[in-house]
């Protein structure tokens, strides 16, 4: 995809910012929903889940690039 957009309801969110395998990440918090915002160089990931934002940078921190 050339260009895209996604739409995060952060309204009322706590936004906490973090490093997730060297990369600065955002990470907000609303009402036990969690979601994980970040980008390494052109390629831009949103995680979200409804378990607990430990869980959520853990398996975060695990996942690997794979080259092109």
Excluded: M, P, Q
Aim: charged share 20%; hydrophobic share 40%; with cysteine.
């Amino acid at each position: 995809l050339k260009y895209c957009s996604a739409r995060i309801d952060t309204e009322g969110a706590t936004a906490t910012s973090l490093i997730v395998n060297g990369y600065t990440a955002t990470l907000y918090d609303k009402e036990g929903f969690h979601v994980l915002v970040w980008h390494e160089g052109d390629r831009y990931f949103i995680l979200d889940t409804n378990t607990s934002s430990e869980e959520l940078i853990a398996v975060t921190n695990s996942l690997v690039l794979i080259a092109r």
